[in-house]
Nanobody, 118 residues
Framework: QAQLVESGGGLVQAGGSLRLSCAAS????????VAWFRQAPGKDREFVAS????????FYADSVKGRFTISRDNAKNTVYLQMHSLKPEDTAVYYC???????????WGQGTQVTVSS
């Protein structure tokens, strides 16, 4: 079954770093943007970052600019999110998302938990 599989989450102290990975299983990523979203307890899912197929364009939420870096390796069919200077407010379940049509993100992974302790 085609799916996205996130990994790399965990518990880290404030100021620490983590690298999340998202592997496409049973399919290849579309030739559109791939994105990371996150959802904290009691809050709506929010956009974190996205990257184009060519890797020439990246977008970040203001809250993570300068701290997070999104990248992709199309040969490995994997997208990454490198997170530095983590803060307690970064605590959330992080999801990888892809799109079939380019109109909306309609393929989602199961998520990986990131917990940042103060």
């Amino acid at each position: 079954q085609a799916q996205l599989v996130e990994s790399g989450g965990g518990l880290v102290q404030a100021g620490g770093s983590l690298r999340l990975s998202c592997a496409a299983s049973g399919r290849t990523f579309s030739r559109y943007n791939v994105a990371w979203f996150r959802q904290a307890p009691g809050k709506d899912r929010e956009f974190v970052a996205s990257i184009s197929w060519s890797r020439s364009s990246t977008f970040y939420a203001d809250s993570v600019k300068g701290r997070f870096t999104i990248s992709r390796d199309n040969a490995k069919n994997t997208v990454y999110l490198q997170m530095h200077s983590l803060k307690p407010e970064d605590t959330a379940v992080y999801y990888c998302a892809d799109t079939v049509t380019g109109d909306e993100y309609d393929i989602w992974g199961q998520g990986t938990q990131v917990t940042v302790s103060s």
